[in-house]
């Protein structure tokens, strides 16, 4: 009689496949991952800044501003196109920024905000792991989605797009959805106000998650609340607040929606009247390609379930009916109100698509581990083509070690520069002038700041490369002006008087 072969696995392969599949050995790769998105990308967004290839606009406004807000100047910045000082208010009704002053009591430096937005943003990657364990029982699933999180090209991309308050909403929406799930309204307000803090615009998602507590038996009067609130503030910003702050007495990014009209009401009433040639706007080829980019790392899984994606409507609408092409453009924060959920969407489009292939006898017991092929490999590909780690086809990480010519004479003079002076500098080092009161963007109050710092060569120059060149020429020969430092395309000058 032939002996029975043993089938049993070894004891120490036994053990590992217990380690591995414990909820704890998943909960500390997510951590690790979580630390490793957050040391890669501040010394990614520290290369890019020290290498003087941030920006006035808009890591310097930002930093301005809660530089402002800390030492008593109020919720300012000086107006990016004039030399007037003006609320924050006027630009965006991101009050998210005072908040942030207290961490300037640690460490009063841009780079303070660039540690608050990889840290931020790595944090959603939590709230998508206990909503995906939650839907599809899961721990390495969840694992996945959190991995595609953190590996998402927007994300990464607005990490090292200089800082914007608005990019912190993503991480609050997904917290403040998932205790919407899980039925916590205390936590779920917090973090649906910290988003609606990020943009103006963010209200009218609180509005909408609100209708959708109303239709949870023991939440109607909270639903209705948090619809009210965020109804009235949202009315508040763009009919009251805005206008008032601003002198054209409209909110200035109505610009973007002038093929619809030239205020607020209009534009609505239009867009209502003639909603196919707004259907025609929203899918024309460039729309197409920037959904396409939104929805193919995660395998287009959103489009199996549509209804959470309402949420991101708002943001996705304004993208693509606005006339301006960098909001069409994953590489911006304009992202920020549609990634969450996106990644909602997809957890829910994954157990659809489950669900279905278990009805197929051929794939029944691997539906999920197909599935988790195939968003793996859309993941991977998409970071490859679009993603900012060192070797993918887009990356920024090798131009970031760039070191200028000039920077050790533009490092010297923004460090000898005291805050109480006012400056007038190019937008393309300006992040590293903005903690004063008074900064002017080059060449606006050329001949009436007291420092004047330029550095030549900009692709992007405002108002054109030849008018900086003009302007400089002539402090060349202003008696009124001191050159106190000259490095290739680099010019400083000091006020004769101070």
């Known amino acids: 009689m032939q002996k029975k072969k043993n089938s049993r696995s070894p004891d120490w392969f036994n053990k590992l496949r217990q380690i591995l599949a414990s909820e704890r050995t998943v909960k500390l790769l997510l951590l690790f991952l979580i630390v490793l998105f957050i040391g890669y990308f ?24 809660v530089w402002n807000v ?24 991101d009050f998210l920024l005072i908040l942030l002053a207290p961490f300037y009591l640690i460490w009063s430096n841009p780079k303070m905000l660039l540690i608050i937005q990889a840290v931020a943003l790595a944090c ?37 797009h200089d800082f914007h308050a608005t990019s912190l909403t993503t991480t609050f929406l997904l917290f403040a959805y998932w205790y919407f799930v899980v039925e916590n309204p205390v936590a779920f307000s917090i ?91 929203a899918f024309a080829p460039d729309r197409l390609h920037y959904y396409y980019q939104l929805l193919v790392p995660t395998a287009f899984l959103s489009l199996l379930s549509p209804w959470t994606m309402i949420f991101a409507l708002p943001n996705l609408g304004i993208n693509a009916l606005s006339n301006n092409q960098l909001m069409r453009m994953i590489d911006y924060q304009y992202t920020s109100g549609i990634t969450p959920w996106v ?69 010297q003079v923004a460090v000898n520069i005291p805050s109480r002076y006012s400056v ?33 060569g900009d692709q992007y120059a405002w108002p054109s490369g030849d008018e900086q060149q003009r302007v400089l020429q002539s402090l060349l020969f202003d008696k009124n002006y001191q050159l106190v430092a000259q490095s290739g395309l680099f010019f400083a000058f000091k006020r004769q008087t101070l």
Request: overall charge positive; some cysteine.
């Open 42 to 65: 501040t010394y990614d967004s520290f290369l890019r800044h020290d290498n003087f290839f941030s920006l006035r606009l808009d890591l310097g406004n930002m930093d301005q501003t």
């Open 191 to 281: 973090f649906i106000v910290l988003a609606a803090l990020g943009k103006e615009q963010f209200w009218v998602i609180s509005a909408m998650l609100g209708i959708c507590w109303f239709f949870k038996p023991k939440f109607k009067a909270f639903g209705a609340a948090v619809f009210a609130v965020s109804s009235v503030m949202f009315y508040l910003l763009f009919w009251k607040f805005i206008p008032a702050v601003t002198p054209s007495k409209q909110y200035w990014a109505l610009e973007y929606l002038s093929d619809y009209g030239g205020s607020i009401n209009e534009i609505l009433k239009n867009i209502l009247k003639h909603p196919w040639q707004a259907f025609v706007s």
């Open 124 to 160: 959603g990657a939590v709230p998508i792991y206990w909503l995906a364990k939650k839907v599809l029982k899961r721990n390495w699933i969840a694992l996945l989605f959190s991995t595609a999180y953190l590996l998402y090209p927007t994300i990464q991309m607005n990490t090292l």
């Open 424 to 456: 007038s500098v190019t937008n393309n080092i300006g992040a590293h002038f903005s903690e004063r009161e008074f900064l002017y963007n080059y060449p606006i109050n050329a001949t009436n700041a007291d420092y004047v710092v330029v550095l030549l």
């Open 343 to 411: 990644f909602v969407s997809s957890i829910y489009g994954f157990a659809v698509a489950e669900s279905t292939l278990r009805t197929k006898t051929f794939v029944k017991k691997n539906s999920w581990k197909i599935l988790s092929v195939i968003a793996g490999v859309c993941i991977l590909g998409s970071v490859y083509y679009w993603g900012e780690l060192p070797y993918g086809a887009r990356s920024r990480f090798w131009f970031f070690h760039t070191v200028q010519p000039e920077k050790a004479a533009m490092k």
């Open 70 to 93: 800390l030492h008593g100047n109020g919720f300012t910045l000086t107006d990016p196109m004039g030399t007037a000082q003006e609320s924050r208010l006027a630009v965006h009704a």
